[in-house]
C-alpha cells in the first residue's frame, strides 16, 4: 500500500497525473473557501466544512509524511508549516470562533511547492513550458496578496480610517504594492505602517519579477537536442553548455 501511495504522489503513470492535478484543483479549491469564508460568522454548517476539509488535508498531510524519505527536512517545509498551523486552527475553531480564521489563509503556501505537479505540467503542456516564469511569478504575487490582504484586515480592519471590510483590505494591499497609493485608505498607527512597508518592500519586488517575466524574460524555454539543457538566453545560437547549434523560434523583426 504505501508503494501505491508513493506512486500516486511520485510516478510519471496517468492515474498519477490525475491524482495530482486533482490534488492541485483542491488545494485551490480550500483557499478560495478559507478566503471567502474568514470573514463571515461561524454557523454549524461551516464548522461541518470545515471539519470535512481539515480532515482531507490531515490525510494529504499523512500521506506525504508516510512515504517520505526525509521526515524531518519535510517538517521545516513552509507549506507543511502552514498546512499544520491551518488544522490548528480548525481544531481551535468551536472553542474561538472565527478569531483564527486569518491563519487560514496560509494553505495559500501549498501553491508555491509542488514540484511532481510542476514537473507534469511542463510535460503536458506547451503553454505552460513557454511561459512557467511568468506563471509562477503570478502564483506567488497572488500568495503574497492573499496572505497580506488577511493580516491587513484582521490585525487593522476597524481601527485604520476606511479599513472596514475584505474588500477594502484587498484594496488598499494592491494599491499599496503597486505603490498607486490614492490615499483614501491610510495607515496612522505604528503597526500599520510597518505592515504597509513589508507590502510595498516584498510586493514591488513580486510585482516587477512578473513584470519582468512577461515582457522581458532572462531566459526562454527550448529544449536543446544534445544535453537537455531547456534554459536559454534568448537570442542564443549555440547552447553554453555543450555548443550545439539551437532553433529557437522567435517572432523576428519586422523593422
Not at 81 to 91: E, M, Q, W
Not at 109 to 126: A, E, F, G, I, P
Request: aromatic share 10%; glycine share 6%.
Amino acid at each position: 500500500m504505501k508503494d501505491t501511495i508513493r506512486l500516486l504522489y511520485t510516478g510519471r503513470s496517468r492515474r498519477a497525473k490525475r491524482f495530482r492535478y486533482a490534488l492541485l484543483a483542491f488545494d485551490a479549491i480550500t483557499i478560495v473557501f478559507f478566503v471567502i469564508t474568514a470573514p463571515l460568522p461561524l454557523t454549524r454548517e461551516l464548522l461541518i466544512v470545515d471539519a470535512v476539509l481539515g480532515v482531507l488535508i490531515l490525510a494529504d498531510l499523512l500521506a506525504r509524511f508516510w512515504i517520505s524519505t526525509n521526515r524531518p527536512r519535510l517538517l521545516r517545509q513552509a507549506y507543511v508549516i502552514g498546512d499544520l498551523i491551518v488544522l490548528a486552527s480548525l481544531v481551535l475553531a468551536p472553542f474561538f470562533g472565527q478569531t483564527l480564521a486569518a491563519l487560514r489563509v496560509l494553505r495559500a503556501l501549498r501553491l508555491l511547492h509542488s514540484y511532481h505537479v510542476l514537473r507534469d505540467l511542463r510535460r503536458d503542456n506547451r503553454f505552460f513550458r513557454l511561459h512557467e516564469d511568468a506563471i509562477v511569478a503570478a502564483v506567488n504575487l497572488f500568495v503574497f496578496i492573499v496572505l497580506m490582504t488577511s493580516l491587513v484586515f484582521y490585525l487593522r480592519a476597524g481601527d485604520e480610517p476606511g479599513l472596514d471590510s475584505y474588500i477594502d483590505a484587498l484594496y488598499f494591499t494592491v494599491a499599496t504594492l503597486t505603490t498607486t497609493g490614492f490615499g483614501d485608505i491610510v495607515m496612522i498607527s505604528s503597526g500599520g505602517k510597518l505592515l504597509s512597508v513589508v507590502i510595498m518592500i516584498v510586493g514591488v519586488a513580486l510585482f516587477i519579477r512578473l513584470a519582468r517575466a512577461i515582457f522581458a524574460p532572462a531566459k526562454i524555454k527550448y529544449k536543446c537536442p544534445e544535453c537537455g539543457l531547456n534554459r536559454h538566453d534568448p537570442d542564443a545560437i549555440h547552447c553554453k553548455h555543450c555548443g550545439h547549434d539551437l532553433k529557437i523560434e522567435t517572432e523576428g523583426n519586422d523593422a
